[in-house]
Nanobody
Framework: QVQLVESGGGLVQFGGSLRLSCAASGTGFSTNDMGWYRQAPGKERELVASITRARSTNYADSVKGRFTISRDNAKNTVYLQMNSLKPEDTAVYYC??????????????WGQGTQVTVSS
């Protein structure tokens, strides 16, 4: 079983920056697509950014130019650098990883979520 552990959330002022990290752990697996989602109160979970193993990226229009997703394949870790934060970025941020285990079983794992709060 592949587990994801997130870190880096917190409270920041309007215009500030935060960096989220998410490390995948387990034995005998390879991650393909990794990504960050967020869910604000009363809203559905939405994709923020995703990155393939080859480091091809995709961003939600609302974060383009402000957020940067990156990954370290050797560490099975994905990062989200968030700059120029706005109050509307306030949400619980979830890490997602998809891949294959050594037994050739596909997995689709989620982290526990980390709160990001941007004050105005």
């Amino acid at each position: 079983q592949v587990q994801l552990v997130e870190s880096g959330g917190g409270l920041v002022q309007f215009g500030g920056s935060l960096r989220l990290s998410c490390a995948a752990s387990g034995t005998g697996f390879s991650t393909n697509d990794m990504g960050w989602y967020r869910q604000a109160p009363g809203k559905e979970r939405e994709l923020v950014a995703s990155i393939t193993r080859a480091r091809s990226t995709n961003y939600a229009d609302s974060v383009k130019g402000r957020f940067t997703i990156s990954r370290d394949n050797a560490k099975n870790t994905v990062y989200l650098q968030m700059n120029s934060l706005k109050p509307e970025d306030t949400a619980v941020y979830y890490c997602n990883a998809q891949g294959v285990t050594r037994q050739l079983r596909r997995f689709d794992s989620w982290g526990q979520g980390t709160q990001v709060t941007v004050s105005s």
